[in-house]
Every structure is written in C-alpha cells, then in structure tokens.
C-alpha cells in the first residue's frame, strides 16, 4: 500500500512537477511580448495612418493657404492724356498706366481674367485688371499690355463694355473688340446694354441678357462676369444677375472677396493715383 500509495504520490507529484515545468515553460513573457509585438505593430500602423492622415491634412491645408480668398481688382476707365473732355479722375494717362503695369511685372503679379478664377491656387499674386465703359482709347491699354507681355509675364486683362457703345463714336468697334480678343489679352465681358442703374430697371432681359449675347457673337466666346454700371445693385439686381453671370463688380472699394461672387469690390485708380499709392493700393 504503502509503495503503491507512495508510487500514486510520486505520480501526483511528477504531473504536478511537470504540469509546473510546462507552464513556466509556456512562454508567457513571450505571448506577452508577442502582444506587445502585435500592439507595436497596430500602435505603429495607426501611428502610421495617423501621421498619413495628419500629412494629407496638412497638404490640403498648404494647398488651402495657397487659395487667396481676397483678391486685387483693379478698375480703370479711359487710357489717355487729358484733354479736357469728361470727368478728369476717369482719366489715366497711358505713361502712368505703363509705370503701374511695369510695376506689377516687377512684383511678381499674375494678370488674370475671370475664367482663370477656377484655377486660382496655382496662380501666384493674382490681380485682374478691368477697364469700364469700353472707350475707344482702352486700344492704348491693350497696346501697352502687350508690349509688356513677356515669358513670365501673361499680361491680362478684363473691358467692361456697354453693348450699345460698340462702333459709337468714343466706343471700341465690333472689329477692335474682335481683334483684342483674340489676342488673349483682353477678355471681353458685360456693363449692360445701355448702362441704366440696374435698381431701378426694368428690363432685366435687354441689360443683362441681349448685351451679353451682342458681345458673344462679336467676340465668339463666354461672357460670365457683369459689372454693374455706377455700381448700383440690391438683392433683386443680384438674383436677376445669378439667372445668367458667375461673377459680378461693384465699385466698393477693397479687395474682392472671392466668397461673395456676386458682389466683388474693387480698386479704383484716378488720374491723381500716385504710384506710391498704387503700390499701397495693391499690397497683399
Ligand atoms: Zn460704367
């Protein structure tokens, strides 16, 4: 008995031993390791996601800063010595125009139109450069424009003409308008057909729609952008311009706010607009 109760001890004792040795053999340090190995590799991975996701955020939000959501634009109206006729501050003359341009090359500005607003985060210094009314002598701004056009500067820019001055006697020709248009330098866009105060109008369709389709056949390509003659406008001005323009100028002065489209402001530049003023004016 006492062998086999020994003997039964013995056994008991051996499993326990080797049930002992077994489990300090397991390798739980090791499994544990094993998680913290597995815990590393998901802490890294996430880590990873998070640093990925933290960099395209950080991308996004470069490329955010790079969108400006003010803009300089520049309203001119006749391009030409004074002689006397009309308003004087409408006047600027074309060796004062030049300085201004030669100044903007100088800078690192980029001319643009309206139909380049869609690709502004790749523009650097974005200015537009618009010139109301559609005066003859706006001819002396494009040719101005285009001698100091060179390979890093694009010069652009923008005439707002009144669709019932086309061929008058102070108004571009349908010919000219064709001409300079096709040039790539002047874009082409709407001051209404007869320049009435909009708030007061009634005929939304002849103002808004008839002169944006007379500039269209002279010209052959898109009218998108309106400027509001003597910068009148209200809410019903705005809703009524929406049915057929993606932009519209006014004459507050400022920078224009590319969020409100329908209401961009501008910055006026007179025939006393000094070029220190100037440089002022268009500081970013
Ligand atoms: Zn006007």
Known sequence: MKTKTGSFIERILLIALATYLTLSLIPESSLRS??????????????????????????NADLQR??????????????????????KG??????????????????????????????????KKPIIITFDDGYKNNINAFAILK?????????????????????TKNGLS?????TIS?????SIQSHTYSHPSLTTTKNYKKELVDSKRILETITGKKINTLCY????????????????YD????????????????????????????????????KQ
């Open 229 to 244: 003659p003597i910068g009148h406008y209200n809410s019903t001005v705005i809703s009524e311009t929406k049915k057929y």
């Open 147 to 167: 001698e100091l056009r060179d390979s890093k500067f694009n010069s652009k820019g923008v005439i707002f003409m009144i669709a019932n001055k086309v061929g």
């Open 90 to 123: 409408l006047y600027v003359t074309p060796k004062i125009f030049r300085s201004q341009i030669q100044y903007l090359t100088a800078s690192g500005f980029t001319p643009i139109t309206f139909d380049d607003l869609a690709r502004l985060k790749k523009l």
């Open 174 to 178: 349908p010919r000219q308008l064709k």
């Open 182 to 186: 096709d040039s790539g330098i002047m």
């Open 66 to 87: 790079k969108i400006p959501s003010k803009i300089p634009i520049l309203m001119y109206h006749a391009i030409a010595d004074y002689e006397g006729n009309g308003l």
């Open 247 to 282: 932009y519209a100028v006014t004459t507050k002065p400022g920078f224009a706010d590319l969020k409100n489209r329908y209401e961009l402001n501008r910055i006026r530049v007179s025939y006393d607009t000094s070029l220190t003023q100037f440089k002022k004016l268009v």
């Open 34 to 59: 094993e998680k913290h190995v597995n815990k590393s590799i998901l802490a890294s991975t996430a880590s990873n996601r998070t640093i990925a996701k933290a960099s395209i955020l950080q991308s």
